[in-house]
C-alpha cells in the first residue's frame, strides 16, 4: 500500500523548513534591509518629506503624491524620470547610464526609478511638476480602432478638470491583478481635444502580453473606475508661422490628433501636412474623422500610406514607408516645422529624410514611444 | 576512499587547491566563464560564493542529519537543499546592498544567479556523499567557495593579460577561457601530492 503517512510527513516536513527561512528571510528584511525613516529635502528645503526608506526614489515621490514622469513604470527603460539628486544618491547604477548623458553627470542628475532612498537626500523636483495631480475617472466607452488598438474615453470624477496642453500625456495606472501582483504605470498621449476638460481620450495598441494593454484589452469595462496621473510632457505645438509637418504611426495618432483639434479649435490656420504610416488597410483608423478636419481646417492635409497593402485592400493611395513618401513629397525644407509620434525606429528614420533635406534639428519635434 | 575520517583543516585546504570544485569537478561553468573578465568583481562574486557556500553548508547539514535522516527523508533531500541555497542567497543579496552599494551593483544579476550556481549544490550533495562531519562540512563550504573564488580570480587575472593576445578568431571567448580552465587544472594537479590524506 501506498504509505499516505510518510507522504504527509514529507511535505509537512518541507513546508515546514520553508516556513522557518520564510520567517528567517522576513526578519533580515526588517533589520538588514530595514533603512527607516529618511528625511528628503526638496528643493533647497522649501519641501520636506519623512519617508520609509529602502524603496526607489520615483515610487518614494509617487506615494508622497509627488508625481514624476515616466513612460515604463519604473523599469529604467525609458530615461524619462531624471531629477537631479545634489546628495545622498549614492554612485550610478550600470542601468542608469545609457540615459546619463555628461551634462547630467556634471549636474547630479539621476534616474529616480532607480536610486533607492537610503539615506537623507537633497533634490531637486522642477515646480511645474508639483502641479501634476492623479485623478480619478470613470471608463466612458470603449471603440475598437483597428484590430489592435482601442480608444478609451475616461470620464474625470467630481467634476474635476485636467488642464493640458495638446500634445501631452498621462499615465494609466493599472491596478495589481494577474499579471502583475502591484499596481504599475505605462503612459499614453491625450487624443483628445484640451478643450474638453472634464475628459481624456487614449489610444491604447495592444502589446501581445503586455500588463497594462492585457489590462485594458481583456478587462477593462465600461463604468469601471481608472486613476490616471499627469499631464507630463515636452510635446506640444511651437508658435511660429511655418508650415507643419506632422508623422505618425499605429498609437501614435493620438497626440497629433489632439493637436489639430486644438488648431481648429483656437482657429491656427497653418498649412499642414499629416502623414501616417501604416502597414496595411486594417491597420488605418480615423480616416474619416481626418477628411473631415481636411474640411474645416484649410491649409491641412492628410496623407495616410501603406507599406504592404495588401491585395484586396484596393489602395490608391501613397505606397512604401514612410520615409519614401516623405522625401517623395519634399524637396527642401526651409519654411517647415515637423512634429513626430510613434516608434523610435520611424522617428529616427524620418528625421535623417528632414535632416537631409535641409530641416534644421532644433525645428524637429517629436514623442518617441518607449 | 575513507574521506569521513579526514580531518577539518585538511578538508578545508583541499578542496581548495586538491579538489577545487571549479577545476577537478567543473562544477559552476556559467557564472565562471561570464564573470571572470575583471578581476574586481569575479573577486567580489567570489567572496558571495564563499559566503553562501558555507551558509547553505551549515544550515543543509543539520537539516540533513536531524530532520530528514531520522524521518526517513532523504528522498527530499534534493528539493530542500536548493530551498535554503535560495534563502541564503536572498539573505547575501539584502547584506551586499547594504554593505557595499557599488559591489551589489557590479555582481548585477550574478548576485541571485549564485542560486543556480552548481558549484554551490555540488558542494551541499560532496558532503553528504562524502560523509563529512560538521566541522568537516563547514571546513569544506568554506574552502569549496575560496577554492571556486581563487580560481575565478585567477582566471580572471590571465583574461585580462590575453585581452592583448592574438587569439584564433574561432576560439574568442569561452573557448580559448575553456582551453585556459583545462591548463589551470592541469596546474592544480600538482597540488595533489600536497594533502595527501585529501
Same mark, same amino acid.
Given at each position: 500500500m501506498f504509505p499516505i503517512g510518510a507522504f504527509f510527513i514529507g511535505i509537512g516536513t518541507a513546508a515546514a523548513i520553508a516556513a522557518v527561512l520564510a520567517v528567517l528571510l522576513a526578519i533580515a528584511d526588517a533589520t538588514i534591509a530595514n533603512y527607516g525613516e529618511v528625511k528628503i529635502s526638496i528643493n533647497n528645503g522649501s519641501k520636506e518629506l519623512t519617508v520609509d526608506g529602502g524603496r526607489p526614489l520615483l515610487s518614494t515621490l509617487t506615494s508622497e503624491g509627488i508625481f514624476i514622469p515616466s513612460a515604463c513604470g519604473g523599469r529604467g527603460s525609458c530615461g524619462l524620470c531624471k531629477l537631479a539628486v545634489?546628495? /545622498?544618491?549614492g554612485e550610478y547604477a550600470p542601468t542608469e547610464l545609457p540615459w546619463i548623458t555628461e551634462a547630467d553627470r556634471k549636474a547630479n542628475v539621476r534616474l529616480s526609478c532607480q536610486v533607492k532612498v537610503k539615506r537623507e537626500m537633497q533634490i531637486v523636483v522642477p515646480e511645474e511638476l508639483f502641479s501634476i495631480k492623479q485623478y480619478e475617472t470613470t471608463v466612458a466607452s470603449i471603440r475598437d480602432l483597428t484590430y489592435d488598438i482601442k480608444e478609451v474615453t475616461l470620464k474625470l470624477k467630481d467634476s474635476q478638470a485636467l488642464d493640458f496642453k495638446a500634445g501631452r500625456y498621462v499615465q494609466f495606472v493599472v491596478p495589481a491583478y494577474e499579471l502583475t501582483p502591484d499596481p504599475v504605470y505605462r503612459a499614453y498621449s491625450i487624443s483628445?481635444? *484640451?478643450?474638453?476638460?472634464d475628459q481624456v481620450e487614449l489610444e491604447i495598441r495592444l502589446v501581445p502580453n503586455g500588463i497594462c494593454t492585457t489590462y485594458v484589452f481583456q478587462h477593462l469595462k465600461v463604468g469601471d473606475s481608472v486613476n490616471i496621473n499627469g499631464p507630463y510632457g515636452e510635446f506640444h505645438l511651437r508658435d511660429s508661422e511655418r508650415d507643419l509637418i506632422f508623422v505618425a504611426g499605429g498609437s501614435g495618432m493620438a497626440p497629433i490628433k489632439s493637436i489639430l483639434l486644438d488648431m481648429l479649435e483656437r482657429g491656427i490656420r497653418r498649412k499642414a501636412t499629416y502623414f501616417f504610416g501604416a502597414r496595411?488597410?486594417? %491597420? +488605418?483608423?480615423l480616416v474619416e474623422e481626418m477628411r473631415e478636419l481636411e474640411k474645416k481646417l484649410p491649409g491641412f492635409k492628410f496623407v495616410p500610406a501603406l507599406s504592404n497593402p495588401e491585395p484586396g485592400d484596393n489602395w490608391e493611395g501613397e505606397k512604401g514607408l514612410i520615409t519614401e513618401v516623405l522625401s517623395r513629397h519634399?524637396?527642401? +525644407? %526651409?519654411h517647415h516645422e515637423a512634429y513626430l509620434c510613434g516608434s523610435p525606429g520611424m522617428i529616427d528614420a524620418s528625421i535623417k529624410v528632414f535632416k537631409a533635406k /535641409? +530641416? *534644421?534639428?532644433?525645428l524637429i519635434f517629436f514623442d518617441k514611444f518607449a | 576512499m575513507n574521506w569521513s575520517a579526514v580531518g577539518p583543516a585538511a578538508v578545508f585546504f583541499g578542496a581548495i587547491f586538491t579538489n577545487n570544485i571549479l577545476l577537478t569537478?567543473?562544477?559552476?561553468?556559467c557564472s565562471f566563464l561570464a564573470i571572470s573578465r575583471e578581476v574586481k568583481s569575479s573577486l567580489g562574486l567570489g567572496a558571495a560564493v564563499v559566503f553562501v557556500m558555507g551558509m547553505t553548508n551549515a544550515l543543509n547539514w543539520p537539516i540533513h542529519y536531524f530532520i530528514l535522516v531520522p524521518l526517513k527523508l532523504e528522498y527530499l533531500g534534493f528539493i530542500v537543499y536548493i530551498i535554503v541555497i535560495a534563502a541564503s542567497v536572498q539573505l547575501v543579496e539584502m547584506v551586499v546592498e547594504r554593505v557595499s552599494e557599488s559591489l551589489y551593483q557590479n555582481l548585477g544579476i550574478f548576485l541571485p544567479l549564485i542560486t543556480v550556481n552548481c558549484a554551490v549544490f555540488g558542494a551541499v550533495l560532496f558532503m553528504f556523499i562524502r560523509k563529512y562531519t560538521f566541522l568537516g562540512s563547514l571546513a569544506f563550504g568554506l574552502g569549496g567557495g575560496l577554492g571556486w573564488a581563487l580560481a575565478i580570480v585567477a582566471m580572471a587575472g590571465l583574461r585580462a593579460k590575453m585581452a592583448r593576445a592574438r587569439v584564433p578568431r574561432g576560439l574568442e571567448g569561452a573557448g580559448i577561457a575553456l582551453i585556459i580552465a583545462g591548463i589551470m587544472s592541469l596546474a592544480f594537479m600538482g597540488f595533489s601530492g600536497m594533502i595527501p590524506a585529501a
Open positions: 545634489k546628495s /545622498g544618491a483628445s481635444s *484640451p478643450a474638453r476638460k496595411a488597410v486594417r %491597420d +488605418l483608423f519634399f524637396e527642401r +525644407l %526651409d /535641409g +530641416l *534644421p534639428e532644433e | 569537478n567543473y562544477l559552476g561553468m
